[in-house]
């Protein structure tokens, strides 16, 4: 069982966790988060309770956020690539890793090179494009505050476990790419769009709500002590394995439908209420 920090007496009964996505969740439409908001994680990470932090982003992309909420200090985690590596802050240690099958690789270049679309992944500190960078891989090093490398020749380059590629097209070519893509992949790993013109590969057996289960099971606490927030589809697994889960007011249909609670405020302001409603009980 993983090292806890931070319990301040509690049981594992009453200890909680509190997931969060980052973006249009935790933090507002300028990638901020709000005083009220920091505030009451600080309340929670005070009393004891864990803070996780989930995201399709890298760790390396996560990490403003966490050092702004001190998870260092409180022994956080940080769930990247949508679940594909958890990352524990007061250690720096790898907690769970599934990586995209190496020889995967070369068929994904070869994908991408016959449909002309983007094709990216990242080592831990930098996004490693195969092609020039489109305005979309070039929106990704922009939100993560990390560089990008062209390699000369990508496939040898990348010789380390890789946890998510991404491709990249405008969105009609990309809704088409999708299906293809998957059809390419098969079992072996998941295609799908996070974003318009987004399309994530993983690991086939990776998913959000699998590998926060694997966390919570690692760290004794309880399914019903799991409080998981997000707005968007790849909050969706981690929404329904939560014992209270939440969508916020500006989340997608699909995800009102699935959560135990909606907020009544949108992005980070949501946070909030749940903090005061849920853990701190206010």
Do not use: W
């Amino acid at each position: 069982m993983l090292r806890r920090t931070g319990q301040k007496g509690l049981t594992d009964m009453e200890r909680k966790a509190l997931v969060l996505d980052i973006d249009g969740t935790l933090t507002n439409s300028n990638k901020e988060i709000s005083p009220a908001t920091g505030a009451g994680i600080r309340k929670v990470l005070e009393s004891g309770h864990l803070v996780v932090l989930a995201s399709g982003r890298p760790a390396y992309g996560m990490r403003r956020y966490a050092g702004e909420l001190e998870l260092k200090k409180y022994g956080g985690y940080l769930l990247s690539h949508n679940g594909a590596r958890i990352v524990a802050c007061g250690t720096g240690e790898v907690v769970y890793q599934k990586a995209v099958p190496g020889d995967l690789l070369p068929v994904l270049y070869e994908f991408a090179q016959k449909h002309d679309c983007g094709l990216a992944t990242h080592s831990e500190d930098t996004v490693i494009s195969a092609f020039a960078p489109d305005q979309y891989v070039t929106l990704e090093a922009h939100i993560n505050d990390m560089p990008i490398m062209q390699p000369e020749d990508f496939v040898e380059y990348v010789n380390f476990p890789v946890y998510k590629c991404f491709m990249t097209a405008e969105a009609e070519r990309a809704a088409m790419l999708e299906k293809k893509l998957q059809e390419r992949c098969g079992t072996r790993a998941a295609a799908g769009r996070s974003e318009p013109f987004f399309i994530e590969i993983v690991s086939a057996s990776v998913d959000k709500g699998d590998s926060l289960g694997k966390l919570m099971e690692m760290l004794g606490i309880k399914r019903e002590n799991v409080i998981c927030c997000g707005d968007g589809f790849n909050d969706l697994s981690m929404i329904r394995y939560a014992g209270l889960g939440v969508a916020m007011g500006n989340a997608q249909p699909v995800l009102k439908e699935a959560a135990d609670y909606v907020t009544a405020g949108n992005d980070e302001d949501g946070v909030a209420e749940v903090i005061r409603k849920f853990i701190l009980k206010e």
